[in-house]
């Protein structure tokens, strides 16, 4: 079983901080992570991706892979209140095009 | 242009029925996805296609679930002798087939199926 684990919060962080979020998975031959927004009632939407070792920045948002760690995660530099939505991380189950999604993390940005 | 379109955006059935739920995908995508999400969970793979062919059932919960796609482009997620159980967010995706990796999938606005 490809797992995708993600801690469901909330966390809860003030208007313009750094929100960090995190996820690690089991498949050790992952090559893919995105992470995906899903705000109340709507659907999920790709903010980022990453391929390779290291940081990938886009504008406020910073995703960070290790793959000897399995671990990847979300950096959102000066919060903001309409940040709050659930983020969910997705892995690559290799092979083909399928990816597992994580149970996301409920972020709030308390103004 | 236009997104994934899914209909109908709301349905609600009687326990026993059958439901079928459509998908629009974005012209020229030739992957599509069905996922299942319940109140506060995450998204529940169901089945994936690669043109008219599906690769992957294995996230079909059971025997009362079927899927197809025709044409390569829409496609319908048949739930037969729904259950309570069923009762969830249905989410379709569409996506370009990526030449070495899966590539950014791109969503519907869901169909909420509700058993009563």
């Known amino acids: 079983q490809k797992e995708v684990e993600q801690n469901s919060g909330p966390l809860s962080v003030p208007e313009g901080a750094i929100a960090s979020l995190n996820c690690t998975y089991s498949?050790?031959?992952?090559?893919?992570f995105f992470w995906y927004r899903q705000y109340s009632g709507k659907s999920p939407e790709l903010i980022m991706f990453?391929?390779?070792?290291g940081d990938k920045e886009d504008g406020r948002f910073t995703a960070q892979l290790n793959k000897a760690s399995q671990y990847v995660s979300l950096l959102i530099r000066d919060s903001q209140p309409s940040d709050s939505a659930t983020y969910l991380c997705?892995?690559?189950?290799?092979?083909?095009?399928?990816?597992?999604f994580g149970i996301g993390t409920k972020l709030q940005v308390i103004p | 242009g236009a997104g994934v379109s899914q209909s109908p955006s709301n349905k609600v059935t009687e326990k026993g029925k059958d439901v079928e739920l459509r998908c629009d995908p974005i012209?020229?995508?030739?992957?599509l996805y069905w996922y299942r999400q319940s109140l506060g969970q995450g998204l529940e793979f169901l089945i994936y296609?690669?043109?008219?062919?599906?690769?992957?059932k294995s996230g079909l919960p059971s025997d009362r679930f079927s899927a197809e796609r025709t044409g390569g482009s829409v496609s319908t997620l048949t739930i037969q002798r729904t259950q309570q159980e069923d009762s969830a967010v249905y989410l379709c995706?569409?996506?370009?087939?990526?030449?070495?990796?899966?590539?950014?999938?791109?969503f519907g606005p869901g169909t909420r199926l509700t058993v009563l």
């Open positions: 995706a569409s996506s370009l087939e990526g030449w070495a990796a899966p590539a950014e999938q791109f």
């Open positions: 498949d050790r031959g992952s090559q893919s």
């Open positions: 990453i391929y390779s070792n």
């Open positions: 997705a892995v690559d189950s290799g092979g083909y095009q399928k990816v597992t």
């Open positions: 012209s020229g995508h030739t992957a």
């Open positions: 296609f690669q043109g008219n062919s599906a690769p992957d």
